[in-house]
Each structure stands twice: as C-alpha cells, then as structure tokens.
C-alpha cells in the first residue's frame, strides 16, 4: 500500500520540497498508525527542511509535527487508543503525508465537538502556552500577562489560556487588523508596535506597577524594551525566535527588576513527563468543550499547495493557525466526520 508525501530529501531551501508516493507506514510495538485528516504548520517546519533546526531528522523525511485524523492501527502494546478513533497527535515529523505514525504516547482522543482542522493546529499550540504559562511561570489570577507576536498561531492560544487563568492580557502586534482578531480572543489591551513605542505604551497601561509576565516567540527588536517594562519578580518567557534575530539581553536588567529568564520547550517537557502532559492536554479539552478556547484556524490548504502555506507561516502572514488538508481526508470523509 502506497501514501502520498512532501518529502525532503536534503537540507535545502523549502522551495525544494517535493510530492511523492511512498509505502504506508506500519506501527511499531508501541506506535499508532493514523489516516491523517489535516496536519498543523508550525515555523520549525521550514528551520527543520533547511537544516536550520536544533533537529535534524535522518533524510529523506516529511516535516509536520501535529496532526489531527483517524486511527488506522495500533502496535501490540497499545491500549490507549483503538482503530476508528478520532485523535489528535503529535509526531515529531512525518505529519505531510495522507498517513503518519505517532508514539502511543503523544496520542490523544479529541472532543466530539472538535474539527479535524481545529484539532491538527491544537496540540503544539495550546500546549507549549499552557506549559509556558501554568508550569513554567506559575501566572496568578490579576496578574498582567503580555503577548509579543499575539496574533500568531501560539500567540492567540496564549491570550486565551491567560485569561482562563483569570490575566489581564495585552496583546502586541503588527498591524490594527492582527490587533482586532487578537481582541476578540479576549485581549484587554493592544499595542501596535510598529506605530507605537512598547515601552511607552506598556507605562500607560501598567503604570510603575509593570508586567508581571512577558510571552515571547518572535525574539528581535522588542526582546529589551520588554524586559526593561517587567514588573519586580516578572517572569519572561522565551517561545521561539519568529523574528528569526535572537536577542542579547542585558543581564543586569535581570538583576534589577530580580525576574526571571524561562526557557519553555514543550516538546522535551512532554517526552520527559509523559503524565503531567496527558493531564495538561485533558485539562485543555475540557476548557475546550467549556467554551474557554476558541482556535483559529487562519488558513487550511490541500496537500498541493503545501509551498503556500508553508511560506504563509514562515513570512508571518499567518493569522492563527495554517494547516494543510489531505485528499484521504476528503475520499473518507464520512469516516473521518
């Protein structure tokens, strides 16, 4: 049995990507086999296929790491999850391809309320905000949450999840209509940075009190000033680098306002405590089927049009969350619905 996949055969440019016919995978003894419906597209997708990730999968691969669909088998070991249900997964690589394989554990059965297309752009997302926000910098209820990039894929989700902590959340982005889209997920103020000054802005807002914790993806420019608007004992976190400039902090600044520097990596989070994830990730569905979450979904494409989507995320068009949609989804559509 053969699938269809975007294949990368060497670390290139991502305009180099290409699809092809390969044989179906087959579970291992503690692996799930799943028909994929759709698969999110995260920034990493286009480091990973350039070799510009601190991953670097044996070649030839297809990058992808969430997807959402349909169990097709389970290894022996598996109990978790049986043939026929509907799942959400997060694979690592693999995910462009009309099938992929995920470790048992990184399998999760999704609400009967959630979409394939809302579910294949959940996990990386919702989850490295909660880790960030509930682990890793302990957010209280009242305290001032800031999200850098906030009109992005985790940058919605983090709004949203600090508000369900009980947060006053100020949402910074690129343009008014980033900034309208990140209202409507529940942001108490906005800041337009490119044409107003975020430490200016933020003391309007914060007044002397300052931010109690900064979410940060997009790395660059914004980095220092954000620092410097903490609050004493704040907390930064660092998500990713969307930006593609990796800041040099001041460390004094640190030192100062005695805050706090926090690395988030969800993905080593979730291999080490395969537990607290499982109940982090129940703890998300449940919030879900509450109405406490809402994702957004900024662009779904078929399976060709991977190099659109893929350029849509990495030039940071993307509002929400882009994820690709496969054929196999659409010839099984009443099984996978």
Request: proline share 6%; net charge negative; aromatic share 6%.
């Amino acid at each position: 049995m053969t699938m269809r996949a975007v294949l990368c055969h060497e670390f290139a440019p991502r305009a180099e990507l290409v699809v092809e016919s390969v044989p179906s995978p087959e579970p291992g003894t503690d692996e799930v086999l799943i028909d994929v419906a759709a698969c999110g597209i995260n920034f990493f997708d286009g480091l990973m296929v350039e070799g510009n990730y601190q991953t670097k999968p044996d070649r030839p691969f297809s990058p992808g790491s969430e997807v959402s669909g349909v169990v097709r088998a389970v290894g022996q070991n598996v109990k978790t999850v049986t043939p026929g249900t509907r799942v959400l997964a997060f694979t690592g690589t693999g995910g462009y391809a009309e099938q992929a394989i995920a470790p048992a554990r990184s399998v999760h059965p999704i609400p009967d309320t959630m979409g394939f297309e809302q579910a294949a752009g959940f996990v990386i997302t919702y989850a490295t905000s909660h880790h960030a926000l509930k682990d890793r910098a302990a957010v209280q209820a009242g305290e001032t949450v800031l999200v850098l990039g906030a009109a992005g894929g985790v940058g919605l989700t983090a709004i949203e999840i600090a508000k369900r902590m009980g947060a006053k959340v100020i949402a910074a982005a690129s343009t008014d209509e980033k900034l309208a889209l990140c209202r409507t997920h529940g942001a108490d103020e906005l800041i337009n940075y490119t044409t107003d000054d975020l430490r200016t802005r933020l003391k309007e807002i914060c007044g002397k009190a300052g931010v109690n914790v900064v979410y940060d993806p997009v790395g660059g420019p914004m980095a220092e000033g954000a620092i410097r608007s903490l609050a004493i004992n704040g907390r930064y976190l660092v998500i990713g680098f969307a930006s593609g400039d990796i800041p040099k902090i001041p460390l004094n600044l640190l030192l100062l306002k005695q805050s706090s520097l926090i690395g988030v990596f969800w993905g080593a989070f979730a291999r080490a405590n395969p537990d607290m994830n499982a109940a982090n990730m129940a703890e998300l569905f449940d919030w879900f089927e509450a109405g406490h979450l809402n994702p957004h979904i900024g662009g779904a494409y078929p399976m060709e049009r991977y190099a659109e989507a893929l350029d849509a995320v990495m030039e940071r068009r993307a509002q929400g969350k882009v994820v690709l949609t496969m054929p196999r989804a659409e010839m099984n559509k009443r099984t996978l619905e």
